[in-house]
């Protein structure tokens, strides 16, 4: 701990004569090292600590400035060693400022009073008019925020969950702000309230207020110009840029919030890109995207989202207010000038175009196109299962993850099929064949949930189902088999047995975290019964969750592959594990074709329009290859043929290894 002293005579009277005045003289302490050579038209108030003011900071252009007080004032401050405080236009008052940091052209910068710095907030989230409010706090992960809204029919739960954030956020309250280390704050207006991390860089803000900047120096945060944010929390990593407006927002770990965006009432978590456009009371889950002006996203939760310019929901019906909410569940898209009509559900991974007012719920059929014909919805179920798009999707999501931190706060699962995903497949097919059979399989038009499902889109949607059914139980069960030579069925069937019997049920997709209903319910148990009182054990129980994702997984998987294929645990052979392997390697093959087929249409003729200006066909096609390249040889295209030969190669494997038991 650093040792002070207090000021001798002559370094008192030499700051006299550098322009400083003081309260009073001996109110201020320094570093056993200090001296006064780089303190210049500086006052002090109140308590003030001063570190030794030794090194340079070089600026852009070259310019170097040494560290130092200049033309500033203070009250009750401790300033750390290496620092450069210049033009402080009004003053500094009642914070800690860490080492070597640099402020300069600032307005003002104080904690007036106790202050939570963000810390308690309640974010109106979903229901502008309150019922889902969400206390925000430094460790407020996209799961516990997933549960606190919710979860409102369990109210002792949300109770002690308030409880234990207030806590936290009392435990954190002080008089006294904090700026962190390395951190440079320049150019900046009404700095009120807030808590500054290492390394965090505030270049050109015009307020903050009330609010906690999470930096450190593995992630550090950017604050830019014109920023205005007042009851919030920004995360490692993030950058609010370009005019960006907030007010009561928690924006989540390496977010980029920019180009004069604004948000009231908003969560925003991890690898979240919002430009341009606004947001209200919106839950904004992993991965949630949006970059056009005209779009406005109100009342929903998403994420792994994509909104297209000109998307905009309604939250009321001009009757009790904006009091109604909708979900889009994860990786579902919006096209531009799509419009949806709060309330509605929409299914995963599925693409909605056109304007919807009819209040659907697509939850069960995922993967689905939502379309508008002639203000009817239609639904074509599945067929997003066979899109180049949705594929790529998965693949981008995991290279787009911009997290250094090293301690995560929202847990990502990022596959595509799992047992979330397959359980609605699972209802999906259920659903459709009930229709057919209700209906009749002749019927021209199918009604489901407010929607329409036209004969030839019924069918092949249970096909899309069954395909993508056969595939993830045929990966789950190669896996479980990979690498084990067997020498009878018996070993196979011991293999086969789950390691454990959590897993079974339902699952959940609590906003990126994929789990097991069960161990979501454990948790909210152990949380109403006070076995959980602190915010980092509800973090470590969700991690202990997402590190378990594959063991659980396989329980769910084990479960359903033999109802599906109708076998026995006790009778299970090699020849029916060969039987659901050439079944998996018939549905990767048959959907990676699809894909393939999807793909190619991106380098048709009629997609070459508008190459080649003033030119033949031939020249036509010579500049569409110049700048998109030749399909053969595009990257994503040369993958999937990759994963058929990969896949194909893989359950060949298994079933040379299980032949000799045949």
């Not at 120096?217 to 014109?226: L, R, S, V, W």
């Not at 709060?342 to 069960?364: C, E, I, Q, Y």
């Amino acid at each position: 701990m650093e040792e002070y002293r207090k000021l001798t005579e002559s370094e008192v009277q030499q700051l006299k004569e550098q322009g400083c005045i003081a309260e009073c003289w001996t109110d201020i302490e320094v570093a056993q090292d200090f001296t006064p050579e780089y303190v210049f038209y500086t006052r002090f108030y109140g308590k003030v600590r001063l570190g030794v003011f030794e090194g340079e900071f070089e600026l852009a252009g070259g310019m170097k400035k040494h560290a130092g007080l200049y033309h500033t004032t203070l009250h009750n401050v401790t300033v750390g060693d290496g620092c450069c405080i210049e033009n402080v236009k009004n003053y500094i008052a009642n914070y800690h400022i860490g080492n070597h940091c640099f402020i300069e052209n600032v307005d003002i910068l104080l904690v007036d009073g106790r202050s939570t710095f963000g810390n308690g907030v309640e974010v109106s989230v979903l229901n502008e008019t309150g019922g889902r409010e969400v206390m925000m706090h430094d460790r407020l992960s996209a799961h516990q925020a997933y549960i606190m809204s919710l979860y409102r029919h369990r109210p002792v739960l949300i109770d002690r969950m308030r409880a234990i954030i207030g806590k936290y956020a009392e435990e954190n309250a002080s008089d006294m702000g904090t700026i962190g280390d390395h951190v440079t704050i320049v150019d900046s207006g009404y700095i009120k309230n807030v808590k500054i991390g290492d390394y965090c860089k505030i270049e050109g803000a015009g307020r903050l207020k009330n609010g906690s900047l999470n930096s450190n120096q593995e992630d550090p945060i950017h604050i830019g110009y014109g920023v205005i944010c007042d009851d919030f929390i920004v995360c490692s990593g993030s950058k609010v840029e370009d005019g960006t407006m907030l007010t009561r927002c928690f924006v989540g770990q390496s977010c980029h919030l920019g180009h004069n965006y604004s948000a009231s009432d908003s969560l925003f978590f991890c690898n979240c890109q919002e430009e341009n456009g606004e947001a209200c009371a919106i839950f904004a889950g992993p991965f949630t995207v949006t970059h056009h002006k005209s779009t406005l996203l109100i009342a929903g939760m998403f994420s792994f989202m994509n909104a297209g310019s000109g998307s905009n929901q309604s939250n009321h019906m001009y009757k009790l207010g904006p009091i109604h909410q909708g979900v889009m569940e994860r990786g579902a898209k919006t096209t531009s000038d799509s419009y949806i009509l709060w309330p509605a559900k929409v299914g995963a991974f599925s693409l909605v175009m056109g304007r919807h007012v009819s209040h659907s719920d697509t939850s069960n059929l995922p993967f689905s196109y939502v379309i508008e014909q002639q203000n009817d919805t239609y639904l074509v179920p599945g067929v997003n299962l066979r899109s180049v798009g949705t594929i790529r999707d998965a693949q981008k999501w995991p290279r787009r993850d911009k997290r250094k931190d090293s301690h995560k706060l929202d847990h990502i699962n990022y596959n595509l099929l799992s047992p979330f995903t397959i359980q609605k497949m699972m209802k999906g097919c259920k659903v459709l064949k009930d229709l057919r059979k209700v209906s009749g399989e002749t019927s021209d038009v199918y009604a489901y949930q407010s929607a329409k499902i036209k004969n030839s889109s019924l069918n092949n949607g249970i096909k899309f189902y069954e395909t993508g059914i056969h595939k993830f139980l045929g990966n789950s069960i190669i896996k479980r088999l990979e690498e084990i030579n067997f020498k009878s069925d018996e070993e196979i069937r011991a293999r086969l047995l789950p390691d454990t019997e959590i897993g079974m049920g339902e699952w959940v997709d609590i906003s990126g975290l994929i789990a097991p209903k069960s161990e979501i319910d454990r948790l909210m148990n152990d949380i109403e019964a006070g076995v959980l009182n602190g915010v980092e054990q509800i973090y470590e129980r969700f991690a202990e969750m997402h590190r378990n994702y594959y063991t659980y997984e396989w329980t769910w998987a084990y479960d359903k592959i033999l109802s599906f294929y109708h076998l026995n645990p006790e009778t299970i052979t090699a020849a029916d594990v060969i039987a659901i392997v050439k079944q998996w390697q018939e549905a990767v093959v048959g959907l990676d074709k699809m894909v393939y087929a999807d793909a190619k249409k991106e380098f048709s003729l009629s997609s070459m329009t508008g190459f080649g200006a003033d030119g033949s066909r031939e020249e036509m096609k010579q500049d569409f290859e110049q700048v998109r390249g030749v399909f053969e040889s595009n990257p994503f295209v040369k993958e999937v043929l990759n994963h058929i030969e990969r896949k194909t190669a893989l359950g060949n494997e298994l079933i040379e290894r299980l032949s000799p038991l045949v």
